[in-house]
T-cell receptor, first 117, second 111 residues
Framework: DSGVTQTPKHLITATGQRVTLRCSPR?????VYWYQQSLDQGLQFLIQ???????AKGNILERFSAQQFPDLHSELNLSSLELGDSALYFC????????????????FGPGTRLTVL | GEDVEQSLFLSVREGDSSVINCTYT??????LYWYKQEPGAGLQLLTY?????DMKQDQRLTVLLNKKDKHLSLRIADTQTGDSAIYFC???????????FGTGTKLQVIP
C-alpha cells in the first residue's frame, strides 16, 4: 500500500458525459501528479500540482482540468468524454522530505479505470 | 520534448536472466528510474541510479547506465514468475521537476 488513495476504482460512463476522479496523497506530501495509462500510448503525464498550485503541464487535453485543494487532495475533471478517453488514470504523490524526496520518488495510487461507452 | 523509449514485450524462462533496455533523450536527466507495475496495481519504484554512476546493484537487480548513449538497462538475475509485470523506465532532473516515463515493457516469465 503506497498510502495514496484514489476513488472510484472503476467508472463506466457514456460519451459526452463529465466525471471527476479523486486522489488523496500520502500524509505530508505536497505534490500530486496525474497520469493517463492507455494500451496504445503507455503512461502519459497529464499535470502536476504543488501545494495547491499548478506546477507543470503535460499532454492534458483542454477538456480535462484538475485542481488541488487546501487539504491537498486533488481532483481530475474529464468532460465531453470520448471513447478514446477510456484508460487507467493514476495519481501519484512525491515525498516532501526524507531520502525519497532527494531522488524524487513518486508514490502511485491504485488507479481509476475509466470506461467510456 | 523529453522522450523515453523501451521495447513493449519480453519473454524469458524461469531461472534465466532478463534484460530490459531503455533509451532517453533528456541530457539533463539527473536520475534514471525503474518502476514496476504488477497486475491491477499502481507503479512502484524498484530502483534508481544517479546520472554520475554507471552501475548499481541491488540483490538480483543490476542497473547499467551509458550516459554517452543515453541508454539504461535493468538486469534481473534468476528471474522468477513473481517478476512478471510491466517495467517502466523513467528519467528526471530531480527536485520537483517532472519525471518522464517510457511506455513500459511487459515481462512474461515462463515456468
Amino acid at each position: 500500500d503506497s498510502g495514496v488513495t484514489q476513488t472510484p476504482k472503476h467508472l463506466i460512463t457514456a460519451t459526452g458525459q463529465r466525471v471527476t476522479l479523486r486522489c488523496s496523497p500520502r500524509s505530508g506530501d505536497l505534490s500530486v501528479y496525474w497520469y493517463q495509462q492507455s494500451l496504445d500510448q503507455g503512461l502519459q503525464f497529464l499535470i502536476q500540482y504543488y501545494n495547491g498550485e499548478e506546477r507543470a503541464k503535460g499532454n492534458i487535453l483542454e477538456r480535462f482540468s484538475a485542481q488541488q485543494f487546501p487539504d491537498l487532495h486533488s481532483e481530475l475533471n474529464l468532460s465531453s468524454l470520448e471513447l478514446g478517453d477510456s484508460a487507467l488514470y493514476f495519481c501519484a504523490s512525491r515525498a516532501s522530505g526524507g531520502p525519497a524526496s532527494s531522488y524524487n520518488e513518486q508514490f502511485f495510487g491504485p488507479g481509476t479505470r475509466l470506461t467510456v461507452l | 520534448g523529453e522522450d523515453v523509449e523501451q521495447s513493449l514485450f519480453l519473454s524469458v524462462r524461469e531461472g534465466d536472466s532478463s534484460v530490459i533496455n531503455c533509451t532517453y533523450t533528456d541530457s539533463s536527466s539527473t536520475y534514471l528510474y525503474w518502476y514496476k507495475q504488477e497486475p491491477g496495481a499502481g507503479l512502484q519504484l524498484l530502483t534508481y541510479i544517479f546520472s554520475n554512476m554507471d552501475m548499481k546493484q541491488d540483490q538480483r537487480l543490476t542497473v547499467l547506465l551509458n550516459k554517452k548513449d543515453k541508454h539504461l538497462s535493468l538486469r534481473i538475475a534468476d528471474t522468477q514468475t513473481g517478476d512478471s509485470a510491466i517495467y517502466f523506465c523513467a528519467s528526471g532532473a530531480g527536485g520537483y521537476q517532472k519525471v518522464t516515463f517510457g511506455t513500459g515493457t511487459k515481462l512474461q516469465v515462463i515456468p
